[in-house]
């Protein structure tokens, strides 16, 4: 069955992988991209070329979602993947269900702090980046040769409020880790990660292997990786001809002093609610 890692895009999935994977699948704790491999991304292409050639089409892709996970457990094997995809349910298919999910991490950022990192990653204006953001928005529906070497299937990531909102209500398994949380206090929220997956799968923990994932996953770390030319995950910009770093300010985005005024009061209106629950506001 399937440990969901899901997020809305840039909110810190990539560090909780690197947390995850270095906790369950090495000895030590020592992180190095490579075990990024061990929890891939849902929805991809290899997971539906058995059924279809058309990737781009959420109305075949949707009636596929549940097939493709059904193929990925026939193993009976407990495994991870992340997901930028509502957790939703369109013309009668759900995005998953109870026999191929065991449980949901699920990583929420505070949407001020977004708009920078959309802005970068996207290649997009800043304006632009804040209507991505609270606009409904689907990935990987365009038949570019860039969506296709890179294996992405059409995804609805829905706007931010939507994809916290669909993934927590619609989930029994279910822990929420904010990515402000494991700036200030990564040894709690590092603990809660633990406790939490070790209801589901086995593995070792001590003092030292989680200090090692301390050192080897925080953002100074990955973005000196990144910088040595280990990281392949990069967005790709047509505007510029080269990819985009991933890892681009992490605690030093400090939207307080970055977004104008305007902006920040409409994002705050939008998702009001929310922000509220969560403590953003």
Same mark, same amino acid.
């Given at each position: 069955?399937?440990?969901?890692?899901?997020?809305?895009?840039?909110?810190?999935?990539?560090?909780?992988?690197?947390?995850?994977?270095? #906790?369950?699948?090495?000895?030590?704790?020592?992180?190095?991209?490579?075990?990024?491999?061990?929890?891939?991304?849902?929805?991809?292409?290899?997971?539906?070329? /058995?059924?279809?050639?058309? $990737?781009?089409?959420?109305?075949?892709?949707?009636?596929?979602?549940?097939?493709?996970?059904?193929?990925?457990?026939?193993?009976?094997?407990?495994?991870?993947?992340?997901?930028?995809?509502?957790?939703?349910?369109?013309?009668?298919?759900?995005?998953?269900?109870? *026999?191929?999910?065991?449980?949901?991490?699920?990583?929420?950022?505070?949407?001020?702090? *977004?708009?920078? &990192?959309?802005?970068?990653?996207?290649?997009?204006?800043?304006?632009?980046?804040?209507?991505?953001?609270?606009?409904?928005?689907?990935?990987? &529906?365009?038949?570019?040769?860039?969506?296709?070497?890179?294996?992405?299937?059409?995804? *609805?990531?829905?706007?931010?409020?939507?994809? !916290?909102?669909?993934?927590?209500?619609?989930?029994?398994?279910?822990?929420?880790?904010?990515?402000?949380?494991?700036?200030?206090?990564?040894?709690?929220? #590092?603990? @809660?990660?633990?406790? $939490?997956?070790? @209801?589901?799968?086995?593995?070792?923990?001590?003092?030292?292997? #989680?200090?090692?994932?301390?050192?080897?996953?925080?953002?100074?770390? #990955?973005?000196?990786?990144? /910088?040595?030319?280990?990281?392949?995950?990069?967005?790709?910009?047509?505007?510029?001809?080269?990819?985009?770093? $991933?890892?681009?300010?992490?605690?030093?985005?400090?939207?307080? &002093?970055?977004?104008? &005024?305007?902006?920040?009061?409409?994002?705050?209106?939008? $998702?009001?609610?929310?922000?509220?629950?969560?403590? !953003? *506001?």
């Amino acid at each position: 069955m399937i440990i969901w890692l899901a997020s809305y895009p840039k909110s810190g999935n990539t560090w909780l992988r690197s947390i995850i994977s270095s #906790l369950v699948y090495t000895e030590d704790g020592l992180f190095g991209f490579e075990l990024l491999n061990k929890i891939p991304q849902f929805p991809s292409q290899k997971y539906f070329k /058995e059924f279809t050639n058309d $990737f781009t089409n959420i109305h075949e892709i949707k009636k596929l979602w549940i097939a493709a996970q059904n193929k990925i457990n026939l193993d009976n094997k407990i495994k991870f993947f992340k997901t930028h995809q509502i957790n939703c349910k369109i013309d009668g298919f759900n995005f998953t269900n109870k *026999l191929n999910t065991l449980a949901t991490i699920y990583i929420v950022r505070d949407p001020r702090s *977004l708009v920078n &990192s959309i802005s970068n990653h996207y290649d997009k204006s800043v304006e632009d980046a804040k209507e991505f953001l609270i606009t409904p928005k689907t990935q990987g &529906s365009s038949k570019s040769i860039h969506n296709l070497k890179t294996g992405q299937v059409v995804t *609805l990531i829905g706007n931010w409020s939507e994809n !916290y909102k669909f993934w927590k209500q619609n989930n029994e398994n279910f822990l929420l880790i904010k990515y402000e949380n494991l700036l200030k206090n990564i040894d709690n929220e #590092l603990e @809660k990660i633990v406790v $939490f997956l070790k @209801k589901y799968i086995d593995f070792d923990v001590n003092d030292r292997k #989680l200090q090692n994932i301390i050192n080897t996953t925080n953002f100074h770390n #990955l973005k000196k990786m990144e /910088e040595e030319g280990s990281f392949n995950e990069n967005a790709y910009t047509e505007s510029l001809n080269k990819k985009i770093n $991933f890892f681009y300010q992490g605690p030093e985005n400090n939207w307080k &002093s970055k977004l104008e &005024s305007k902006i920040v009061d409409e994002i705050n209106l939008k $998702f009001k609610h929310e922000m509220i629950e969560l403590g !953003y *506001l």
